[in-house]
C-alpha cells in the first residue's frame, strides 16, 4: 500500500498530483496545510478519486476529539490519524464515530523526527497495546527508526502499520518493508520532476522488500 502525502497549500497542484499519480497510489492523506488552506471540502474532492486519510492528529478530550472526526468523516474521509497519548477514552470516543461511517482509527505511536525522542519513545510500545486492545485498525510508526517499527509490529499482529518517513527523512524502505502494510510517501513524490514516475518506481521497491522481506 502507498499512500500519497498531500501535504500542500494549492488546490490547483494537489489535484493535478493525484491525477498524475493515481495509478499507482492507494490512498491518500491530507493533512492541516491543504484543509486550511483549501476547505474541507477538498477531502470530498480527493475521496472521489482514491481513499482519504484525514491526518489530523487528532489529540484532544474525548468530546472534541470526537467532532474532529465527525466532520473528518462527513466529508468523505475514510479514515483518520489520532495521537495514541491522549489515551483509551478519547481513542474509544474517535473508534465510536468512526464506526457509524464505516471508517478506520490509525494511532500514532511515534513520531518521524528526532524530538519524539524525548516524550514519544519511553511511551510507543504502550501506545499500541491500548490501540490493539481497544479495536483501533492500525497504527502509525517511523520508518525513520526501523527498530521502532519492529517493536510496534510485535505488539501490532495482525494490525495493519503504516509507515511515514520514507525518501526526504532518509528512511529506508528495504529496513521496514517486512514489518510494514503500508508506507506514507509525500515530498519524493509530489517534488519530483515527474510524480508519476516516482510514484510508480517507490511502488515497485516496496512491491520488491516485500517479496524478498
Keep these: 500500500m502507498l499512500v500519497l502525502a498531500l501535504d500542500l497549500t494549492s488546490r490547483k ?9 493515481k495509478d499507482f497510489i492507494d490512498a491518500i492523506k491530507v493533512n492541516y496545510p491543504i484543509v486550511l488552506s483549501c476547505g474541507i471540502g477538498i477531502v470530498k474532492e480527493l475521496s472521489k ?10 489529540a484532544d478530550i474525548p ?21 495514541g497519548f491522549v489515551g483509551r477514552d478519547v481513542l474509544k470516543e474517535i473508534l465510536r464515530v468512526a464506526e457509524n461511517y464505516d471508517g478506520k482509527v490509525y494511532v500514532v505511536t511515534e513520531l518521524t523526527n528526532d524530538g519524539a525522542k524525548e516524550f514519544m519513545k519511553p511511551f510507543a510500545r504502550k501506545i499500541a497495546e491500548i490501540a490493539k486492545e481497544i479495536g483501533c485498525h492500525g ?15 510485535e ?23 517486512k514489518y510494514v502494510d503500508g508506507i506514507i510517501v509525500g515530498r519524493s513524490i509530489y517534488n519530483a520532476d515527474d510524480p508519476k514516475k ?16
Aim: proline share 4%; charged share 30%.
Design 139 to 153: 497504527l502509525i510508526a517511523p520508518a525513520t527508526k526501523p527498530e521502532r517499527v519492529k517493536e510496534v509490529r
Design 155 to 177: 505488539v501490532a499482529k495482525n494490525l495493519e502499520i503504516l509507515s511515514p518517513g520514507i525518501g526526504v527523512q532518509k528512511g529506508k524502505l528495504e529496513e521496514i518493508a
Design 63 to 83: 468530546y472534541t476529539s470526537s467532532l474532529i472526526a465527525e466532520i473528518a468523516f462527513k466529508n468523505g474521509a475514510n479514515a483518520v490519524i489520532c495521537h
Design 13 to 21: 497542484k494537489a489535484l493535478e498530483i493525484v491525477e498524475k499519480t
Design 49 to 58: 478519486v482514491k481513499p482519504v486519510i484525514a491526518d489530523f492528529k487528532i
Design 198 to 213: 516516482a510514484a510508480r518506481e517507490i511502488k515497485e521497491r516496496f512491491r520488491k522488500a516485500k517479496l524478498t522481506s
